[in-house]
């Protein structure tokens, strides 16, 4: 019981830490016009990729737009 509380909280702190890095940027660079959505793909992207999955839904989000 106790190990799956371990590992529920690791992913709870992914999440958290994910949701912080997208909103963080996404409040830095308004003023320069870039904006990535705030939702449960790019969330669990950067959750599991970390930063350089964030990184790349940039790159795909503005080839793409």
Known sequence: MICV???LGIVL???VFAFGIIYGINVMLKNVG???P???CTISITSILG????LSLFAVF???N
Do not use: A, Q
Request: charge should be positive; glycine fraction near 6%.
């Open 13 to 15: 702190k992914k999440v």
């Open 51 to 54: 930063v350089p999955g964030l």
């Open 34 to 36: 870039v904006y990535l």
């Open 5 to 7: 509380l371990n590992k």
């Open 62 to 64: 503005y080839i793409i």
């Open 38 to 40: 705030i939702n449960i």
